[in-house]
DNA sequence: TTAGGGTTAG
C-alpha cells in the first residue's frame, strides 16, 4: 500500500521530518491490508532488535493510517522504544510525551535511549521523572543510569544511585553490578569497584572482564594478571574481550613473552578470525613491547588494515623513535587509500616533532584545517606542541590563540613552547594568565614554568612560584619540581645553596637531582662539589653514563688529564657507550641526518669544501676556536679538526649549500650544543646573514646577526 | 517486550 503525507495529522509529519507531498511506501510480507495490533507489534519488536529504522518508520505510518494507533498504549509504547533503541529521541519523545500509561518498559526505553546516545544528563533526568512519578524502577532501569552517570563522570550522584540499587534490592542483580563495576572504572575509584565486585554473589564473564580491562586501563597490569589468575580458577574461559584487555596489561608493563603466549592462543583458538579488534591489539602490545618488527610483520599480513591498524603502527615508530618510519608509514597511509583520523594526525605530529619536520608538520595542519580536525582539543594540542618543538614559536601562539576551548593541557604545551625557546617571562606571564582563568595548575604546569625560569635565568620569578606551590595551588613540591629548582640555582651560579637545597628537601633525592647539580658544576667549574654530587649519581643509578661524561669533561676542562683517564677506564669497564652526536635538517620533506665525522652523505665533498670555506672566513672575522670543548689531551690542530667534524656544523653547512640566501636554516641536534659550536654558529649567522635556529637536547638557539637568543646562558 | 565488558592520541 502507499501512504502520502498529506493524511498525517501536523504533529506526525514533525516525526517523520518529512514534506506533505512525500510518499511513503510500505510493503510488509505482501500484505495489502491493516496489520492487526499485535502483528505490528511483533514486527516492530524484530525492526526494534535490528535497528532497521526506515522499515519501522514505514510501518509507524502504516499504523497512523490505519488507524491502529489511535488509544493503543501497547502499540505507542512499541514504536518510542524502536525510535529509541535507533537513537531517534526526538521522535521517542513525542510518542514518549503522549502516552498516558508508562510503563517501566518505556520509561527504560528512554533512559536507554538518551543514556547511549551521549545524552546522559538527559537520561539522569528522565530517571529523576521516574521516580517523581511514582514509576518503580527495576533491574533494567539502573545498568542505564549508571552508565550515564559513569560517562558523565558524576562521581556524587552515581554514588546516591548505588545507595538507591541499595535501597530498590537490585544490588544483587549481575547486570546492575556488573554497571557499577564499570561506573566505578570510569571514576578511577579502582577500590570501590573491587569491592563492588567481591561483594557480587553471582558473576558472570563481563563482571570478570570489567574488572580486569578496569585495571589495565588505568594502569595496574599486575593486578589484572591477579584478577586473571581468580578467574581461571573460578572456572571461567576467556573470550575475546578478555585477552584485549590482558594484550594491554602485557603491552602496560612491557611483558612481551606473555604477550607472545596470548597471541599463540588466539591463533590457536581462532580468535583472530572473530575478533575484529584482536589484531589491533596484538600490533599495539608488539609496539609497546619495543618489538615493531613483529608489529609490523603482523601489520603486514593483515588484508583490511583499518584506521586503527594505521594509527597503532604510525604512533608505534614514533614512540620507539624511529620518526622516519612513522613519517613514511603515514605517506603510505593516504597513497593507500586510508582514512586518517584525528589519531592519525597526533601520531604524525608526535613523529614531526622528533625530527624538527616542520614543513612536514605544516602540510599535516593544512589537512587538519581541511578536515575539521582543528576542533578537537587534543589535535590543537599537539600543533602547538610540534610548532614549538619545530622552532617556530609564533605558529605555536597563532594555534593556542584560536583554540575555543583551551584545557590546562593546552595551556601547558604553550607555557613549555616558551620555556624551552628561553622565554622565560613570556613562560611566567602566561602561566599566571592561565590562573587567572581559573584554570587550576597541576605538578607538570608548575614543572614546565619552573623549567622555563631555569633556561631564563629567572631565579626569583622561579623561586616565588616554588614557594607559591602548596600554598596557592596545593601542590606539594615533588621530585621534578626540586630538580628544577636545583638547576635553576646551580646555572645562575648558587652552587651552594642548591647543595643545601638537596641535603634540607622533603623529598629524598633521586640521581636526576643529584646530576642537575653536577651539570652545574660543570658550567661553573666547581671540581670540588662535582666530585660529591657524581659519587651520589653513580652510588644511585650506576648506569649514568651522561653523568660520567660530565665528570671527565670537567676534569678535561681543569686539564686534569689523569683524573679524565680513571673516569674513562671506569666507563670502558662498565661498556658504557656515549651515543654519537648526530643532526637532522629538513629539506624539502626530507630529512637529511649527519653523525659526527660523517662522510656517508652524497654531498660529502661539498659539505666539507663548504666547511672550510666558512672556517677561513671566521677566522678572519675573528673566530678563535675554543678547544675546551674537546676532551681529549691531544695537540690543538687535532683538537680544533675534530671540533670541525661536529655533525651539527655539517648540518648547517648542508642546508646553506642547498636552500636560498636568506632561509631560515633549522638543525636538531640529539645532544647538548658545544661551546664551540655555539660560538661558530654566531659567527656563521653574522657572515652568510642567515637565521639559523638550533635545537638541542635541552632547549633552543635562535642564531642571528650574530647573537644568539639564550644571550650564552645555557 | 528491555540490560553490562573490547583496539589507536596531547
Given at each position: 500500500?502507499?501512504?502520502?503525507?498529506?493524511?498525517?495529522?501536523?504533529?506526525?509529519?514533525?516525526?517523520?521530518?518529512?514534506?506533505?507531498?512525500?510518499?511513503?511506501?510500505?510493503?510488509?510480507?505482501?500484505?495489502?491490508?491493516?496489520l492487526t495490533s499485535l502483528q505490528c507489534g511483533a514486527t516492530l519488536q524484530s525492526l526494534t532488535n535490528t535497528k532497521s529504522f526506515k522499515q519501522g518508520q514505514q510501518l509507524h505510518a502504516h499504523i497512523i493510517v490505519s488507524g491502529t494507533l489511535e488509544d493503543n498504549t501497547y502499540l505507542s509504547t512499541k514504536i518510542a522504544?524502536?525510535?529509541?533503541?535507533?537513537?531517534?529521541?526526538?521522535?521517542?519523545?513525542?510518542?514518549?510525551?503522549?502516552?498516558?500509561?508508562?510503563?517501566?518498559?518505556?520509561?527504560?526505553?528512554?533512559i536507554r535511549g538518551y543514556a547511549c546516545n551521549g545524552l546522559g544528563m538527559r537520561s539522569l533526568a528522565l530517571y529523576r521523572e521516574m521516580l517523581s512519578f511514582g514509576q518503580k524502577t527495576d533491574n533494567?532501569?539502573?545498568?542505564?543510569?549508571?552508565?550515564?552517570?559513569?560517562?558523565?563522570?558524576?562521581?556524587?550522584?552515581?554514588?546516591?544511585?548505588?545507595?538507591e540499587v541499595v535501597v530498590s534490592g537490585f544490588e544483587s542483580d549481575i547486570y546492575v553490578g556488573n554497571s557499577l563495576i564499570a561506573m566505578y572504572v570510569n571514576f578511577d575509584d579502582?577500590?570501590?569497584?573491587?569491592i563492588v565486585f567481591d561483594r557480587m554473589l553471582d558473576r558472570d564473564l563481563v563482571s570478570w572482564n570489567t574488572m580486569i580491562s578496569g585495571y589495565t586501563k588505568h594502569g595496574k597490569a599486575r593486578e589484572a594478571f591477579v584478577v586473571f589468575d581468580l578467574m581461571r580458577k573460578a572456572g571461567f574461559n576467556v573470550d575475546g574481550r578478555t585477552l584485549l584487555s590482558l594484550l594491554s596489561a602485557c603491552g602496560c608493563i612491557q611483558a612481551r613473552n606473555q604477550g607472545r603466549e596470548i597471541h599463540g592462543y588466539a591463533v590457536r583458538n581462532s580468535y583472530r578470525i572473530y575478533n575484529k579488534?584482536?589484531?589491533?591489539?596484538?600490533?599495539?602490545m608488539y609496539s609497546d613491547c619495543n618489538s615493531m618488527v613483529d608489529a609490523r610483520r603482523l601489520f603486514e599480513g593483515v588484508q583490511l588494515k583499518d584506521t586503527v591498524s594505521w594509527n597503532s603502527m604510525i604512533a608505534g615508530y614514533a614512540r620507539n623513535e624511529d620518526a622516519v618510519e612513522s613519517l613514511r608509514l603515514f605517506c603510505r597511509m593516504v597513497m593507500e587509500?586510508?582514512?586518517?583520523?584525528?589519531?592519525?594526525?597526533?601520531?604524525?605530529?608526535?613523529?614531526?616533532?622528533?625530527?624538527?619536520?616542520?614543513?612536514?608538520?605544516?602540510?599535516?595542519?593544512?589537512?587538519?584545517?581541511?578536515?575539521?580536525?582543528n576542533e578537537n582539543n587534543i589535535v590543537g594540542t599537539s600543533l602547538i606542541d610540534v610548532y614549538s618543538k619545530c622552532g617556530s614559536l609564533a605558529c605555536s601562539r597563532n594555534v593556542f590563540d584560536e583554540m575555543p576551548n583551551k584545557n590546562l593541557v593546552s595551556w601547558s604545551a604553550m607555557v613549555s613552547g616558551y620555556g624551552i625557546h628561553g622565554k622565560g617571562r613570556e613562560a611566567v606571564s602566561l602561566f599566571h594568565e592561565m590562573v587567572a582563568s581559573d584554570i587550576t595548575p597541576d605538578e607538570g604546569v608548575v614543572t614546565s614554568v619552573l623549567s622555563a625560569c631555569s633556561h631564563a635565568g629567572l631565579v626569583i620569578e622561579g623561586k616565588e612560584i616554588f614557594d607559591r606551590m602548596a600554598k596557592d595551588y596545593n601542590i606539594k613540591p615533588g621530585l621534578a619540581h626540586y630538580s628544577c629548582l636545583v638547576d635553576l640555582l646551580g646555572r645562575a651560579g648558587q652552587l651552594d645553596e642548591a647543595y643545601k637545597l638537596i641535603k634540607t628537601m622533603e623529598v629524598n633525592p633521586t640521581s636526576d637531582i643529584w646530576a642537575a647539580l653536577l651539570s652545574a658544576c660543570r658550567l661553573h667549574h666547581n671540581v670540588e662539589l662535582a666530585e660529591i654530587s657524581s659519587q651520589k649519581v653513580f652510588d644511585m643509578n650506576p648506569k649514568a653514563v651522561g653523568s660520567y661524561i660530565c665528570l671527565s669533561n670537567i676534569y678535561a676542562a681543569e686539564k686534569r688529564w689523569d683524573d679524565v683517564e680513571r673516569v674513562r677506564v671506569?666507563?670502558?669497564?662498565?661498556?658504557?657507550?656515549?651515543?654519537?652526536?648526530c643532526s637532522f635538517t629538513e629539506l624539502d620533506n626530507a630529512i637529511h641526518r649527519f653523525l659526527v665525522g660523517d662522510r656517508t652523505h652524497e654531498q660529502t665533498y661539498y659539505i666539507y669544501t663548504k666547511l672550510?670555506?666558512?672556517?677561513?672566513?671566521?677566522?678572519e672575522a675573528g673566530y678563535k676556536p675554543d678547544t675546551s670543548s674537546v676532551y681529549y689531551d691531544v695537540e690543538e690542530e687535532i683538537k680544533e679538526k675534530l671540533l670541525w667534524d661536529h655533525s651539527e656544523r655539517l648540518a648547517i653547512a648542508f642546508a646553506l649549500i642547498n636552500t636560498s640566501p636568506g632561509t631560515t636554516i633549522r638543525i636538531t641536534k640529539n645532544l647538548r650544543v658545544c661551546g664551540d659550536c655555539h660560538n661558530v654558529t654566531k659567527f656563521i649567522s653574522k657572515l652568510t646573514r642567515r637565521d639559523i635556529i638550533m635545537r638541542d637536547i635541552h632547549r633552543f638557539h635562535h642564531f642571528s646577526d650574530g647573537s644568539c637568543s639564550c644571550g650564552d646562558y645555557w
Open positions: 500500500m502507499s501512504l502520502s503525507g498529506k493524511f498525517l495529522r501536523p504533529q506526525n509529519r514533525a516525526l517523520f521530518n518529512t514534506s506533505p507531498c512525500a510518499t511513503i511506501r510500505f510493503r510488509q510480507h505482501g500484505c495489502t491490508h491493516p522504544a524502536f525510535y529509541a533503541s535507533c537513537g531517534r529521541m526526538t521522535q521517542a519523545q513525542v510518542l514518549f510525551d503522549g502516552i498516558v500509561l508508562k510503563s517501566s518498559f518505556l520509561w527504560n526505553f528512554m533494567f532501569t539502573y545498568p542505564f543510569v549508571l552508565k550515564a552517570c559513569g560517562e558523565l563522570l558524576l562521581v556524587e550522584i552515581g554514588r546516591r544511585v548505588h545507595c579502582l577500590a570501590l569497584a573491587r579488534f584482536l589484531n589491533n591489539s596484538l600490533i599495539q587509500g586510508g582514512r586518517p583520523d584525528e589519531v592519525t594526525v597526533v601520531a604524525v605530529l608526535g613523529a614531526c616533532d622528533q625530527i624538527t619536520a616542520l614543513q612536514f608538520g605544516m602540510v599535516v595542519h593544512s589537512h587538519i584545517v581541511k578536515k575539521g580536525f671506569m666507563v670502558r669497564r662498565k661498556g658504557f657507550k656515549k651515543p654519537p652526536g672550510d670555506d666558512l672556517k677561513q672566513r671566521l677566522k
